[in-house]
């Protein structure tokens, strides 16, 4: 068999002998989210591994919502999902519902009625959960199993059509109540629901659980290979029960792989719901947040995300992947693709005594020093500028690299500057800098018969322009999927968003939403999607980290 484009992996290893074998012609995969919520970074691995999969070997991957839960679904999710999965540069085969298959659901459902493979219980919720027992205790069978097929059919059919309430009845699989694994002790096949589905709208007031919607929908779709999560590895006996049953004509192979997991991230769909509903977020899209949109505000690109997934790989072992690691990736994507400009984010005001009363001056500045690509750009110099409060010292420590009273610095891409005197406001904090410039000093002009003291950033006055700089740390810090909601709420970080205000260089203003920039010695940054009353800028990633991959 020819070799194939990514590294091998025990997914790739049983596609190839299914191919070998002459199991399938076309390998066709499925990514099928819940729309109940924005996806997040762990999706995007999913993601990944599904549409790389079918890429490699020339097959294709459909994109289904498993919309079968009115109560917690949204049109809004599902746009959302599709906008996600574009940005990340990939394109479905076709487009399906769950709900598509909603009348051929109930009617493989009646046929395990007729089969008397199924039947109607009315055990409120509670008795069902504690009749399945336990995992070292057998189950108890329901005084509903015995019914007979006539009564189920009957009784099912009600269902379908608004007899009973919530509750009332559920249709359930008869199967095994001794079975060692829990999943196949008579498992819920259907509930009532009267609620309005954004896809059917009144038409259904009965809908399929999970575990039978699913392996119906990648029957009926012709999947191939199956592809979730390692939690649903004991759910697979049922899954190939349904299909069988059923008498599914297409017979798909369901294979688990361990989710991603990340350090000082927050991966509960249902928790990070909690943080939008309860305001303490800007939305799914929040910087903070790992939602793709959130990682897409906040400056991350498609290829860092792509390369994370692809790195981490693919096995059966869960394992805890640290989140410098995708911060990793989106440095290496952004150092050679990012201008590197200057902004000030922590402001000193400095005046230089002999520089002309406006004058102003262009200079030329390299976009890029890895990159000739991006060319170069002007910026202006003038009499007053904006350097860091850190890098000015009243009192210098020892071995000071930087700007004090009596020492010569550069500004990058301009001249030398020396520090004559200080200005202090009311409080006795410096305000304000008077320095003086060489003229012959200017960069560029090949000078270099002293050495400064060391080089920094800046930006000129009248030509920058205010910004808003945001910087983030995690939201959640060690988060305990445990906790109960009010102790995940109370644990917030309060840290967990920095705002400073300072200047960007003249032009920035004009750059596109989410235009990445590196602000020397600040880090990548990207220009804020969403804001509309001033300039913003979401901070991406630092510079540097310890991190080693």
């Not at 059966?316 to 050679?336: G, T, W």
């Not at 705002?499 to 750059?511: F, N, Q, R, S």
Request: proline fraction near 5%; hydrophobic fraction near 35%; charged fraction near 30%.
């Amino acid at each position: 068999m020819e070799d194939h484009k990514g590294p091998s992996n025990f997914i790739k290893k049983i596609i190839v002998d299914d191919i070998e074998q002459g199991k399938h012609q076309t390998i066709v995969t499925r990514f099928p989210p819940e729309p109940n919520g924005y996806l997040h970074i762990g999706h995007a691995k999913a993601i990944v591994i599904n549409f790389d999969l079918a890429d490699e070997f020339d097959g294709r991957t459909n994109l289904r919502f498993d919309d079968t839960n009115p109560e917690k679904e949204d049109e809004e999710y599902v746009e959302s999902i599709k906008t996600d999965i574009l940005w990340l540069g990939y394109q479905w085969d076709r487009l399906f519902y769950a709900s598509d298959y909603f009348e051929e659901m109930y009617q493989r459902a009646m046929k395990l009625v007729e089969k008397g493979l199924a039947y109607v219980d009315d055990s409120d919720a509670q008795t069902i959960s504690m009749e399945r027992g336990t995992l070292t205790g057998p189950g108890v069978e329901s005084a509903y199993r015995a019914r007979s097929i006539e009564e189920n059919k009957r009784l099912f059919e009600g269902m379908r059509a608004g007899e009973f309430e919530d509750g009332a009845r559920v249709l359930r699989a008869r199967i095994d109540m001794n079975s060692p694994n829990m999943n196949l002790r008579d498992p819920v096949i259907y509930r009532i629901a009267h609620r309005t589905h954004h896809q059917t709208g009144d038409q259904w007031c009965i809908y399929p659980m999970y575990d039978f919607a699913h392996p119906l929908e990648d029957a009926i779709e012709g999947i191939t290979h199956s592809l979730c999560s390692l939690e649903f590895e004991d759910h697979r006996p049922l899954y190939d029960w349904f299909v069988k049953h059923c008498e599914m004509e297409a017979v798909p192979r369901q294979i688990e792989f361990a989710r991603l997991e990340m350090t000082n991230t927050v991966m509960s769909k249902r928790k990070l719901k909690l943080l939008v509903d309860e305001g303490i977020v800007d939305g799914w899209d929040d910087p903070r947040l790992p939602t793709i949109s959130g990682l897409r505000r906040r400056g991350f690109t498609p290829d860092a995300i792509k390369n994370f997934a692809r790195a981490i790989g693919v096995s059966k072992s869960n394992s805890l992947i640290d989140y410098q690691m995708l911060e990793h990736f989106v440095r290496e994507d952004l150092k050679l693709k990012a201008p590197r400009t200057m902004a000030v984010i922590n402001p000193l005001k400095v005046t230089i005594t002999n520089y002309p009363e406006g004058g102003i001056e262009w200079l030329e500045a390299e976009n890029n020093p890895e990159n000739d690509a991006l060319g170069s750009r002007k910026i202006p110099f003038s009499r007053v500028i904006y350097i860091e409060k850190e890098d000015f010292a009243l009192e210098p420590p020892h071995k000071w690299k930087r700007l004090a009273p009596g020492l010569e610095v550069r500004l990058r891409n301009a001249y030398f500057i020396k520090c004559v005197d200080t200005l202090l406001d009311d409080q006795g904090e410096v305000a304000e800098l008077l320095c003086t410039y060489d003229p012959v000093t200017k960069s560029g002009s090949g000078f270099n018969d002293r050495k400064p003291n060391g080089t920094i950033h800046w930006v000129e006055s009248s030509q920058g322009t205010p910004a808003q700089f945001r910087m983030y740390e995690p939201i959640i810090l060690d988060e305990d999927e445990e906790n109960t909601d009010k102790d995940f709420l109370e644990r917030i970080n309060e840290n967990s968003l920095v705002i400073a205000k300072g200047y960007v260089e003249a032009g920035i203003k004009d750059a596109p939403p989410l235009a990445h920039f590196q602000f020397i010695r600040n880090g990548f940054f990207s220009k804020d999607s969403k804001e509309t009353g001033g300039l913003v800028f979401n901070r991406t990633v630092s510079l540097k980290s310890s991190f080693k991959l």
